[in-house]
């Protein structure tokens, strides 16, 4: 079935650092989406792509949708203390449409 | 207004219990969804429900029946609770299904504990 390699898995960051996180799938995806989750609630939508090669922010958030439809990246820019969460990647691939793959999510804790 | 609730927010019981999840949407989309998020976080789907129509069900136990009486209610029951199913269950709803554009929104969660 389709996988999802998200990495890295945690990060500790300074505040004001910018952070970077990525997934690579297995197989081929036409959508890519990331979320954030806070803690006690459930994962938000932050940016949606359905381009290889699309690039979208959100703020402080840039994803890009890798040219080879096989993987995506976040950028998070100039952190602040409430970008603490953890950040799912989520594709969906040619074939099984109808199924969101996550990623294992990447934990992103920040020093003040 | 909530988008997507689902109640309880917290269940704790004890093994053997039979347990029911509630989950409803506002948002007139036509596909419904339960995931399941264990200890290490990982987000796993249970089941899919487009216009009270089930269209995904992965390998889950028998014990898990999920319900939906209409396209904007999908109910998760479990028979014959065990310590394994202590986890985080998401209710998450799309505008519909099989459209390579459709973004899921969730709900917060029902944490689930069995003792």
């Known amino acids: 079935g389709q996988q999802l390699n998200q990495s890295p898995q945690s990060m500790f960051i300074q505040e004001g650092e910018d952070v970077s996180m990525n997934c690579t799938s297995s197989?081929?995806?036409?959508?890519w989406l990331w979320y954030k989750q806070d803690p006690g609630e459930g994962p938000v939508l932050l940016i949606a792509l359905y381009k290889a090669g699309e690039l979208t922010s959100n703020g402080r958030l840039t994803a890009q949708f890798g040219i080879t439809r096989k993987d995506s990246f976040l950028n998070i820019s100039a952190s602040i203390p409430s970008d603490v969460g953890i950040y799912f990647c989520a594709g969906r691939g040619i074939q099984g449409a109808q199924k969101l793959v996550f990623g294992q999510g990447t934990r992103l804790t920040i020093n003040p | 207004d909530t988008a997507v609730s689902q109640t309880p927010k917290y269940l704790v019981t004890q093994m053997g219990n039979d347990k029911s999840i509630k989950c409803e949407q506002n948002l007139g989309h036509d596909t419904m969804y339960w995931y399941k998020q264990d200890s290490k976080k990982f987000l796993k789907i249970m089941f899919s429900y487009n216009n009270k129509e089930l269209i995904i069900n992965e390998t889950v136990p028998n014990r898990f029946s999920p319900k939906s009486p209409d396209k904007a209610h999908l109910n998760l029951h479990i028979n014959s609770l065990e310590l394994g199913d202590s986890a985080v269950y998401f209710c998450?709803?799309?505008?519909?299904?099989?459209?390579?554009?459709?973004?899921?929104?969730f709900g917060s969660g029902t944490q689930l504990s069995v003792l």
């Open positions: 998450a709803s799309s505008l519909n299904s099989g459209r390579r554009n459709e973004k899921l929104f």
């Open positions: 197989s081929i995806f036409n959508t």
